[in-house]
Each structure stands twice: as structure tokens, then as C-alpha cells.
């Protein structure tokens, strides 16, 4: 093993491990005042829209809403079944059903 | 009185740990694909398969990985300049951890320590959820972390041994699993208004910001702004 490439992973592990432990870290001993937790109420929704929206739209870095985006067709199909079903196995399988047979068309 | 005491813990933690691992079961097979692409990526990037390895091992975040793997491959030695890179793309897990803290600052530290060490978008996301549905449980936490990690590494490791037989699993669709998992996990929580905003600004701003801005700001900057919004709301709620 290169010296240097090991020494690029130890810094992208422990700088990884601070953004993970850092605001845990922070908050131990005071507790979470009530205006952030007020305010991370609405982080799940807000992060969970923002890792999905741009997956869909921007399956390849630009902005594509046409038949072609198979990412898009599958995500509209797959959040009605998710809507309807909360089934996570059906909500995948059936996307992922969705996109094989787009690929394959 | 003390013995069934300690069996009902007993069977609150095998119950846990047995939905834990029912309900990671799909996002496993969201990250295998993943997994498998970073350990070939590390040998097109002619790292060995040890040092790819052990970035799962030690690292354990699939986009800043992907994101060294191709600078480390493009020829930047310059470590400073990787490790920075890593710092922007995880600057997420902040927001996560803080999240999460409420419910975590009982606990002993080393465990947090490796509760955090565990943290990524898909062990927080279903955490999230467990919560929303019953109660935090540690032993849920604990077992969702551990499985993932497992399979990250495991995937890790089959993707160096496969190396050139196959090209890119991540074009046969597979990576559809991981937004078809945040989907099933975000509609139960679209109930109100506030929501529903919420939901619609981190759709525009992140859309936009994935639009104009490099790597993984759009995450950072439509989690705050539309996180931001929904608090105000629910202050307005709380006052009127």
C-alpha cells in the first residue's frame, strides 16, 4: 500500500467521522435548544425531497423532464405505489421492473 | 420481578434488531450496486484492491468515496485538496447528526461514537422513520448501521474481486433502489401543510441548486433553506 494514498484515507475518515459525530458531540451535555429542534423538525422531509427530486430530474446532471428519462417515469410510478401500497419491496421492484423494461425497449 | 425484566429487554432488543433488519433488507440490495461500482472504480483509478478496500473500511460515505477515487485516479496527489472535497460532500451529515441528537445524548459516549461512525443518508433516513412510527431504539439504530456498513464493505470487496468482468452495474438500472427506497420512506410524512411546503421548496431549491452549483451543495443548501421555512411555519403555528 502507497503511503500517501493511506494517508488520503485516514484524512477522508476522520474528516467524514467529524461531520457525523461533530453536532452530536456538541450537544451532549446542553441538549438540543427548542429553536433547532423546532427547526429539524422538517429535516427529514427536506433532506429525503432533496436526495430524491434531483435523481429523477437530473439522472445525468442536466434538467430532463421528457419519455426518455426512465429515472422519471419509474420515480412517478414508484411514489404512486409508495403512496397506495407504503410496501417498500413493491415500490422497489416495481420501479426497478419499470426501468429494466425501459432499458431494454 | 428482576429476571423478567431483564427478558422483556431481551425481547424488546431481538424485536428490534428483527425489524432493523426487515426493513434494511432493500436498502442493502440499493447500496450492493453502489458497492460494486466503488471497488471496480478503485482499480480503473489503478488503486490496489487493499487500498480500495480499506477506503470502505475506514470511510464508509459512497459519494465522497466515488469523489477521491476519481481525483486519486486523475492524478491529484494533493491530499489536502481530497480531504476538503470530503469535508463539502459530508457537510450533510451535520444536519443529520443533529437530528439525531435529542435522542442520542443519553447514551454512553463510545456508543455514540459508533453510532456516528455508522451515520449515512440511508441509516438516518430509515432511523428517521423508525422514530416517526414507534420510538428510537438504539438497538434499531445499532443494527441498521452495522448491516449497511457490512454490506458496503462486502460490496466493496466484490467489486475488486469481479474488476473487469463487469463494466458498470450502475447503467443496468439497480441504482433506481435507493430513490425508490426515500420515496416509500418521505410520502407517509407528506400528512399537512407544512409538509407539503416543505417538501415543494427543498423540490425547487434543490432542483436549482443541482442546476448551478458543484457536488452535493444542493443537498446541503435545499435541507436548510426548506427545513428553515417548515420551523417558521410551525413557529407561526405555535404563536397563532
Known amino acids: ?105 | 420481578m428482576q429476571l423478567s425484566n431483564l427478558l422483556s429487554r431481551k425481547y424488546g432488543l431481538a424485536e428490534e434488531a428483527c425489524v432493523a433488519l426487515r426493513e434494511c433488507t432493500p436498502v442493502v440490495f440499493g447500496i450492493i450496486p453502489f458497492g460494486i461500482t466503488c471497488g471496480i472504480m478503485g482499480l480503473t483509478a489503478k488503486m490496489s484492491g487493499i487500498e480500495t478496500i480499506l477506503m470502505s473500511v475506514f470511510v464508509f460515505a459512497g459519494a465522497a468515496q466515488f469523489i477521491g477515487i476519481t481525483m486519486l485516479g486523475a492524478g491529484i496527489q494533493a491530499w489536502g485538496i481530497v480531504i476538503f472535497t470530503t469535508l463539502l460532500v459530508n457537510l450533510r451529515h451535520l444536519i443529520m447528526g443533529s437530528s439525531l441528537a435529542p435522542y442520542m445524548t443519553k447514551l454512553p459516549f463510545p456508543l455514540q461514537a459508533l453510532l456516528a461512525f455508522l451515520l449515512t443518508d440511508e441509516a438516518y433516513a430509515l432511523t428517521i422513520s423508525r422514530i416517526h412510527k414507534a420510538r428510537y431504539s438504539v438497538h434499531y439504530q445499532l443494527t441498521v448501521g452495522t448491516v449497511l456498513y457490512l454490506a458496503w464493505v462486502l460490496s466493496t470487496a466484490a467489486g475488486v474481486a469481479l474488476g473487469s468482468y463487469i463494466s458498470d452495474p450502475l447503467t443496468w438500472g439497480l441504482d433506481f433502489a435507493m430513490p425508490a427506497t426515500f420515496l416509500v420512506l418521505l410520502i407517509p410524512r407528506l400528512v399537512d401543510r407544512i409538509s407539503l411546503s416543505v417538501f415543494g421548496m427543498a423540490a425547487v431549491v434543490s432542483v436549482l441548486a443541482a442546476l448551478y452549483l458543484p457536488g452535493k451543495w444542493y443537498i446541503i443548501i435545499a435541507c436548510l433553506t426548506a427545513s428553515l421555512v417548515g420551523g417558521l411555519l410551525e413557529g407561526d403555528k405555535e404563536n397563532a
Open chain 1, 1 to 105: 500500500m502507497r503511503s500517501e494514498v493511506f494517508y488520503i484515507i485516514v484524512g477522508m475518515a476522520l474528516v467524514t467521522f467529524f461531520t457525523r459525530f461533530g453536532t452530536l458531540a456538541l450537544f451532549r451535555f446542553t441538549g438540543v435548544p427548542t429553536w433547532l429542534n423546532r427547526w429539524l423538525k422538517y429535516v427529514p422531509v427536506a433532506i429525503l425531497t432533496s436526495l430524491i427530486v434531483p435523481t429523477l430530474l437530473l439522472p445525468k446532471g442536466y434538467l430532463d423532464i421528457s419519455l426518455n428519462n426512465h429515472y422519471l417515469i419509474a420515480g412517478i410510478v414508484a411514489a404512486i405505489v409508495a403512496y397506495k401500497s407504503r410496501n417498500i419491496i413493491a415500490t422497489m421492484g416495481l420501479g426497478m421492473i419499470i426501468m429494466l423494461v425501459l432499458k431494454l425497449w
